[in-house]
């Protein structure tokens, strides 16, 4: 009797065993899943690059990776390792401006700031001309239009021409509304905005310029 009995205690505690270990498995395998999803998203991020470019890498096809990145699969040591390497040279955990070798492109990129705000500006002075260009001529348009328009509505209210006069005059300003109509107040509107942007911009680029 006492035989039986350590014998269901053995096989219980062995299905215990068994249990756990399955649970940790998966533990492990959940974990190790998330971390390689998070490394390749780390590394998509930070490297500017998709899951073909890891997959040539480091050796693999683009379907393993592709399913590293879904979740669905986990990478071999064989195939982390140069991912990890990536992720310690990235150093994270330090802040950019006192990243060494991103400071060094920084500064050259300081040395030719003059010049390139002094190329930006001008492209700039040049777009500003031609919005304030197309405004004032939008502007004239709309008002050499909007006299003609305004003449015809005259004439029609004082009622002293012919049925012939009156007909011209109100196809006319039919004619005249329908042109209006092509080239809206908002078209003028949003030209006046952009001209006021562009001034603003150029102010702050100005300012921006190195003494």
Same mark, same amino acid.
């Given at each position: 009797?006492?035989?039986?009995?350590?014998k269901?205690?053995v096989?219980?505690?062995?299905?215990?065993?068994?249990?756990?270990?399955?649970?940790?498995?998966?533990?492990?395998?959940? &974990? $190790?899943? #998330?971390y390689?999803?998070?490394? +390749?998203?780390? @590394? *998509?991020? =930070?490297?500017?690059?998709?899951?073909?470019?890891?997959?040539?890498?480091?050796?693999?096809?683009?379907?393993?990776v592709?399913?590293?990145?879904?979740?669905?699969?986990?990478?071999?040591?064989?195939?982390?390792?140069?991912?990890?390497?990536l992720q310690?040279?990235?150093?994270?955990?330090?802040?950019?401006?006192?990243?060494?070798?991103?400071?060094?492109?920084?500064?050259?990129?300081?040395?030719?700031?003059?010049?390139?705000l002094?190329?930006s500006?001008?492209?700039?002075e &040049? $777009?500003? #001309?031609?919005?304030?260009?197309? +405004?004032?001529? @939008? *502007?004239? =348009?709309?008002?050499?239009?909007?006299?003609?328009?305004?003449?015809?509505?005259?004439?029609?209210?004082?009622?002293?021409?012919?049925?012939?006069?009156?007909?011209?005059?109100?196809?006319?300003?039919?004619?005249?509304?329908?042109?209006?109509?092509?080239?809206?107040?908002?078209w003028?509107?949003?030209?006046?905005?952009?001209?006021?942007?562009?001034?603003?911009?150029?102010t702050?680029?100005?300012?921006?310029?190195?003494?």
């Amino acid at each position: 009797m006492l035989y039986k009995t350590q014998k269901a205690f053995v096989q219980r505690k062995n299905i215990f065993v068994k249990t756990l270990y399955k649970l940790v498995q998966h533990t492990v395998e959940k &974990n $190790k899943i #998330l971390y390689n999803m998070s490394l +390749l998203e780390t @590394l *998509k991020h =930070y490297f500017d690059i998709s899951n073909t470019s890891i997959a040539h890498l480091i050796g693999a096809s683009s379907s393993l990776v592709h399913s590293v990145s879904s979740g669905r699969r986990s990478l071999s040591l064989y195939h982390i390792q140069p991912l990890v390497l990536l992720q310690e040279a990235l150093e994270v955990d330090t802040p950019c401006e006192a990243l060494p070798y991103a400071g060094r492109f920084v500064a050259h990129e300081q040395q030719k700031l003059p010049v390139a705000l002094a190329q930006s500006i001008k492209k700039m002075e &040049n $777009k500003l #001309l031609r919005r304030q260009d197309a +405004l004032a001529q @939008l *502007k004239a =348009y709309r008002q050499r239009l909007l006299r003609g328009l305004n003449a015809c509505d005259s004439l029609l209210e004082k009622k002293e021409l012919t049925d012939h006069q009156a007909k011209w005059v109100r196809l006319r300003k039919r004619h005249l509304t329908g042109k209006l109509k092509e080239s809206p107040l908002a078209w003028e509107v949003m030209l006046q905005t952009q001209v006021k942007g562009l001034e603003a911009q150029l102010t702050r680029l100005r300012e921006a310029m190195p003494t």
